[in-house]
Nanobody, 125 residues
C-alpha cells in the first residue's frame, strides 16, 4: 500500500507563496497520475493540479498561472508551488495518485482514487 504524506502548509498573507510537498512510500510516476485536491469548509473536494505519467500538467482554471505542480523522482516527492495566494485558496490540500488523471476533474471521485494523503492546511488571510 502506497502511503502519501503531505507537508508545507501554513498561514500566509494574500499575495504570498507556499510550497507543498508530498512524499510517497513507493514512487510510481510511470504508473500513476499524481496531483492535488483541496477542500474548503462547506465545499466539495476539488481537483487542483495533476501531472500525468508523461509529465503533462493540468490545472483548475482558477489556479492557472499561479500554481505549479512538479515531481522529483530522485526524492520520491511531488510538489505544489503556490504563488499569489488569495483567501479563496484557503483549504485543506491533499495529495493523491491514481492511474487515471480524469478523476481529478470529475466530481465526487476522491473516494475512488487509488492512493490518498491525509492533507495539509493552507490558510490565506
Amino acid at each position: 500500500q502506497v502511503q502519501l504524506v503531505e507537508s508545507g502548509g501554513g498561514s500566509v498573507q494574500p499575495g504570498g507563496s507556499l510550497r507543498l510537498s508530498c512524499v510517497a512510500s513507493e514512487w510510481t510516476p510511470s504508473s500513476n497520475c499524481m496531483g492535488w485536491f483541496r477542500q474548503a469548509p462547506g465545499k466539495e473536494r476539488e481537483g487542483v493540479a495533476a501531472i500525468d505519467r508523461d509529465g503533462t500538467t493540468v490545472y483548475k482554471d482558477s489556479v492557472k498561472g499561479r500554481f505549479t505542480t512538479s515531481r522529483d523522482n530522485a526524492k520520491s516527492t511531488l510538489y505544489l508551488q503556490m504563488n499569489n495566494l488569495s483567501p479563496e485558496d484557503s483549504a485543506m490540500y491533499f495529495c493523491a495518485a491514481d492511474p487515471t488523471c480524469a478523476k481529478w476533474w470529475s466530481p465526487g471521485q476522491w473516494p475512488a482514487l487509488r492512493y490518498r494523503g491525509q492533507g495539509t492546511q493552507v490558510t490565506v488571510s
